[in-house]
């Protein structure tokens, strides 16, 4: 018997945020989302506070006919709608697929803000060729638990309240009260995995299983309740050797746990760091490679989009872009700030000690890379000292050596990044001083 909608499963959905500021509801304008839209604008109490909105991936011609569909039906459904346009050119490393999906989340997690919430159509049957996707690409549990009814997103939440709902059930809503919705052509070429499954392979399945959509849906929540214990479980690992300042792991520590604890942690710091999930060869050479090398050694394990390497007894996990290059620059007088690399900015702070501003700004300041071989008294310590000796002495990574910018008034090292200043130039004694901070963005 199929299941019949009703505005209460909205309702119900909706009693799982504290606080409503604001509804959104992802507005494709396929059948599933027109129905999920029209059973929330059937609420009279909520309609002021809807506003449907269609993500313009730029990919298709049929786009913006789609586009003015979209603003029409949420129009003639008297809530508002909000159109967002996003690049979904896949960059390299991502399918089509998941380059639309991460552009179109992207996009409408700038959205929510605090007490907002997402709605969005995605019902059984999505969650049936989710799982599958999932078991062949040989994901473990967190993968298998394929989606979440309720999810943090942006500053607010994403819900799916038709996540238990067949196909069926949404068709039949959508004839019953004679929705008129847009056919995307390209659900019809079985290039793209999932369209793989649902147009050829689930038919087949559900042939022989009938009920499959369901037990599935069952085996995905058993797997996400059995993620939830072991998170829990990992939390406690993990917490004790995740240095939160740098984002690093402490080595020594981690090698105390076994084998298969440790791929926990190192799967659970990847997801504090919203990296794409690890496959299972590359935390194996992870382990054996870096993690296992001598402590002299400075092994690096790359792969998508990211490298992985030791310093100390600190494991880091970067992404791998061209080395930031410092510029030489003259420091315009009087300006605040100066952009010193591509990623990188440096600002002067007012300040009770470091650099009086009286000899800052009657000096020409400039900016340079390293060169190799420079010196630097510092206040409170005897004789010069080799920046590379106190980089080692500070535990500054070699790699992020070449990133900090050198500080010259009038030819004379003042001061290295944010990290020490001359005592040449280094006074507390004149109460208009300034220090420098060195500002790095998130790209970089």
Sequence with gaps: MTELLSTQLIESALTQCNKLAHIYIGYSGGVDSHVLLHLCASITRLKDNITA?????????????????????????????????????????????????????????SLIG???????????????ETFLLQLFRGSGLRGLSAMPEIMAFGQGLMLRPLLAISKRAIDDYAQAH?????????????????????????????QRWPACDKTVARSAKHCADAQAVIS????????????KTDKTLCI???KLYKMTQQQLVIRE??????????????????????????????????????????????????????????????????????????HQTMSCVPSLFGISREQWQNATVVVKPRSGGEKICLPGRKGHHALKNLFQEAG?????????????????????????ISAEFYTEKV??????????DELG
């Design 396 to 420: 500054i990574p070699p790699w992020k050596r070449e990133e900090i910018p050198l500080v010259y008034l009038d030819d004379q090292l003042a001061a290295v990044g944010d990290l020490w």
């Design 178 to 206: 004679a929705l008129s919705w847009v056919d995307d052509t390209s659900n019809q070429s079985n290039e793209y995995d999932r369209n793989f499954l649902r147009n050829l392979v689930l038919p087949l399945l559900k």
């Design 269 to 342: 710091w990847f997801q504090a760091l919203k990296l794409k999930m690890p496959a299972q060869a590359f935390v194996e050479r992870l382990q054996s490679e870096v993690i296992s090398a001598r402590k002299d050694s400075g092994p690096v394990l790359s792969g998508q989009g990211y490298c992985v390497r030791r310093y100390r007894d600190k494991l880091y996990c970067l992404k791998q872009a061209s080395p930031e290059m410092v510029r030489y620059s003259v420091w315009p007088p009087g300006q605040a700030s100066i952009v010193v690399s591509v």
């Design 252 to 254: 020594s520590q981690l």
């Design 53 to 109: 909105v269609y993500v313009h991936h730029g990919l298709q011609t049929e786009a913006n006919f789609w586009a003015r569909h979209c603003e029409k039906t949420a129009s003639s459904l008297g809530v508002g709608f909000a159109l967002l346009r996003v690049n979904a050119f896949p960059s390299q490393g991502e399918s089509p697929e998941e380059a639309a999906r991460n552009a179109r989340y992207t996009a409408l997690k």
């Design 431 to 440: 109460q208009d001083c300034i220090t420098l901070s060195l500002q790095r």
């Design 114 to 128: 605090a007490n907002d919430v997402l709605l969005v159509a995605q019902h059984r049957d999505d969650q049936l």
């Design 232 to 243: 829990e479980f990992t939390e406690e690992l993990f917490d004790p050797i995740f240095n």
